[in-house]
C-alpha cells in the first residue's frame, strides 16, 4: 500500500513566521502535489512537481513555495506566514497519468 | 466559470437506499480523467473510482460505480446500497492536460447515511 506521510497532524504557528510542512512518500512515485482545503471551497492546487529539483505552479500559489531535492520529499514553504494561511494542507503522490493520486492524512495548520 | 461543479452540499439518505451524487464538469481537453473521493470526519481522502474520457464502460468498483454520460459532461457517483460507514464528504475531481497536473476538485457534498 502507499503511504503518504505528512510530519505534522496539527501545528499552530504566528504570523510572519517562516513554516516548512513536510511530506513523504514511500512508492517511488514521479508526480508529488499539495494543495490546500477550505470549508466550500474543496481542495485547491497550490504547487506540483513531477521530478526532483522541478517544480509547477497550481492554481493558488502566493504566498507559497516549495522544494523537492529528494523524489521521495516534497516540502511547502510559508516564506511569511499570514493568518490567511490558516486551512488544511494535504500532499498527494501519483506514479504517472489516469491514476489516483494518493493523499496523506493532512496537517492542520492555525497562523495567530 | 468552475470546472467542476457539484449542485448538492448536502444530502441525508436512509441506509440501504442506493445514492446518486451529481459532478457536472467543463473541459474542451479531449483527453481527461475523472475521479471520486471521498473524505470522512478523520479528514483523509480516500480514493473511490475513476473514469477516463475514452473509457466506453462506465467504471465500478465494489459497490461504487460512475454514470458517465460524456455529451452531456455529467460523472455521477452512485453508491449501492447505502451503510451507515458512507456517511462523509464526496468529491468530483477531473485532470486534464497531462498526468502530472493536479486535479481540480468540486466544492463537495456531504452525504449523511441515516439508519
Known amino acids: ?112 | 466559470a468552475q470546472k467542476i461543479t457539484q449542485t448538492q452540499p448536502g444530502m441525508f439518505v436512509q441506509e440501504k437506499e442506493a445514492v446518486t451524487l451529481d459532478c457536472t464538469y467543463d473541459t474542451s481537453d479531449p483527453s481527461y480523467g475523472l475521479f471520486w473521493y471521498k473524505q470522512p470526519s478523520s479528514g483523509e481522502m480516500i480514493f473511490l473510482i475513476y473514469q477516463g474520457s475514452y473509457d466506453q464502460q462506465n467504471a465500478t468498483e465494489g459497490r461504487y460505480s460512475l454514470n458517465f454520460q460524456k455529451a452531456r459532461k455529467s460523472a455521477n457517483l452512485v453508491i449501492s446500497a447505502s451503510q451507515l460507514g458512507d456517511s462523509a464528504m464526496y468529491f468530483c475531481a477531473m485532470r486534464e492536460r497531462g498526468g502530472a497536473d493536479g486535479l481540480t476538485f468540486g466544492k463537495g457534498t456531504h452525504l449523511i447515511i441515516q439508519p
Open chain 1, 1 to 112: 500500500d502507499v503511504k503518504v506521510t505528512q510530519s505534522s497532524r496539527y501545528l499552530v504557528k504566528r504570523t510572519g513566521e517562516k513554516v516548512f510542512l513536510e511530506c513523504v512518500q514511500d512508492m517511488d512515485h514521479e508526480n508529488m502535489f499539495w494543495y490546500r482545503q477550505d470549508p466550500g471551497l474543496g481542495l485547491r492546487l497550490i504547487y506540483f512537481s513531477y521530478d526532483v529539483k522541478m517544480k509547477e505552479k497550481g492554481d493558488i500559489p502566493e504566498g507559497y513555495s516549495v522544494s523537492r531535492e529528494k523524489k521521495e520529499r516534497f516540502s511547502l514553504i510559508l516564506e511569511s506566514a499570514s493568518t490567511n494561511q490558516t486551512s488544511m494542507y494535504l500532499c498527494a503522490s501519483s506514479e504517472g497519468q489516469n491514476v489516483a493520486q494518493h493523499f496523506g492524512d493532512g496537517t492542520r495548520l492555525s497562523i495567530l
